[in-house]
């Protein structure tokens, strides 16, 4: 996700949550890891399906792909389409993945007379549709990607949990790609988005939402490092995922680790030259049970 809007320290700074997009340039390798890292199990994401011919490279090194079921952020089309049968063969696991709205886009429908809670509802029947005619199996978790971070807009909430509650009612389980990152909320405290969530689903009894966190912060982030660092220093310890480096990096964040990334601030691993990457780990080999 790159090229997209990043964390917003209260409501304003928008969060690069960044599923790849940007264009590739100079690589850098890093050391080689086996499939299973000893902090969980290693994947990645990005906005560009990276083709067919990097499929055998790429069951060699991770274990599950970020998968987009509709437009990935900032594009005018979805590369990703029909292309899970083939991923699974590889047998590679997913982490499904539904654009959501930015808040311009929600105050906008409003505008135009529809609300919040009936555009999240809109949204969740079109992503459980899209989920069926690629083949994914009732129960499995699908993400919607919150871009914006920190607490969330009353607007931003009721869009994110009539989405949430939708999936979870229309058969499948329903997750959510926000910041872990803190941000201030009030003198003295900051908050993440992923701890908003939780709060809210705890006070209002909703059905529970999975947690897929992107925190590049270093530390707790060791770059763009094949062997990660274990899921729970996340910062989000109910995370089932966790995006710890994303292209391009984010300077004010990533200076100390700076030197894990490409010259052009990209994250590569040696078996994709040129295919720039975010890098996950997860509990599990396939964290959507998307197989």
Same mark, same amino acid.
């Given at each position: 996700?790159?090229?997209?809007?990043?964390?917003?320290?209260?409501?304003?700074?928008?969060?690069?949550?960044c599923?790849?997009?940007?264009?590739?340039?100079?690589?850098?390798?890093?050391?080689?890891?086996?499939?299973?890292?000893?902090?969980? #199990?290693? $994947?990645?994401?990005? +906005?560009?399906? @990276? !083709?067919? *011919?990097?499929?055998?490279?790429?069951? %060699? &090194?991770?274990? #599950?792909? $970020?998968?987009?079921? +509709?437009?990935? @952020? !900032?594009? *005018?089309?979805?590369?990703?389409?029909? %292309? &899970?049968?083939?991923?699974r063969?590889?047998?590679?696991?997913?982490?499904?993945?539904?654009?959501?709205?930015?808040?311009?886009?929600i105050?906008?429908?409003?505008?135009?007379?529809?609300?919040?809670?009936?555009?999240?509802q809109?949204?969740a029947?079109?992503?459980?549709?899209?989920?069926?005619?690629?083949?994914?199996?009732?129960?499995?978790?699908?993400?919607?990607?919150?871009?914006?971070?920190?607490?969330?807009l009353?607007?931003?909430?009721?869009?994110?949990?009539?989405?949430?509650?939708?999936?979870?009612t229309?058969?499948?389980?329903?997750?959510a790609?926000?910041?872990?990152?803190?941000?201030?909320?009030?003198?003295?405290?900051?908050?993440?988005?992923?701890?908003?969530?939780?709060?809210?689903?705890?006070?209002?009894?909703?059905?529970?939402?999975?947690?897929?966190?992107?925190?590049?912060?270093?530390?707790?982030?060791?770059?763009?490092?094949?062997?990660?660092?274990?899921?729970?220093?996340?910062?989000?310890?109910?995370?089932?995922?966790?995006?710890?480096?994303?292209?391009?990096?984010?300077?004010?964040?990533?200076?100390?680790?700076?030197?894990?990334?490409?010259?052009?601030?990209?994250?590569?691993?040696?078996?994709?030259?040129g295919?720039?990457?975010?890098?996950?780990?997860?509990?599990?080999?396939?964290?959507?049970?998307?197989?």
């Open positions: 996700m790159v090229n997209r809007p990043g964390i917003r320290l209260v409501f304003q700074l928008l969060f690069v949550g599923l790849s997009s940007a264009p590739s340039a100079e690589c850098r390798a890093q050391a080689v890891a086996p499939v299973k890292a000893a902090a969980g #199990f290693l $994947g990645f994401d990005r +906005n560009l399906y @990276p !083709g067919d *011919q990097t499929l055998p490279a790429i069951a %060699k &090194r991770f274990s #599950f792909i $970020g998968y987009w079921l +509709n437009n990935p @952020p !900032g594009m *005018q089309s979805n590369t990703w389409t029909g %292309k &899970r049968t083939l991923i063969a590889r047998n590679l696991g997913f982490l499904v993945l539904w654009n959501g709205r930015l808040d311009k886009e105050l906008g429908k409003a505008k135009g007379g529809t609300s919040a809670p009936a555009l999240g809109s949204d029947s079109d992503a459980i549709r899209a989920a069926k005619r690629e083949g994914f199996p009732e129960g499995a978790t699908l993400f919607l990607d919150q871009e914006e971070g920190g607490r969330l009353q607007e931003q909430a009721d869009y994110l949990f009539a989405w949430t509650e939708a999936v979870s229309g058969g499948y389980r329903a997750g790609y926000v910041s872990g990152q803190p941000v201030p909320d009030g003198p003295g405290k900051t908050i993440t988005t992923a701890q908003n969530i939780n709060d809210v689903v705890a006070s209002k009894h909703l059905h529970p939402v999975a947690l897929f966190v992107a925190q590049d912060s270093c530390p707790p982030s060791n770059g763009c490092a094949v062997a990660a660092r274990p899921l729970k220093e996340s910062g989000t310890p109910t995370a089932i995922a966790w995006q710890f480096s994303q292209s391009p990096r984010r300077p004010a964040i990533t200076g100390a680790c700076m030197k894990t990334y490409a010259n052009d601030g990209n994250c590569y691993v040696p078996e994709l030259p295919v720039f990457l975010d890098l996950d780990v997860a509990a599990e080999r396939d964290p959507s049970h998307g197989r």
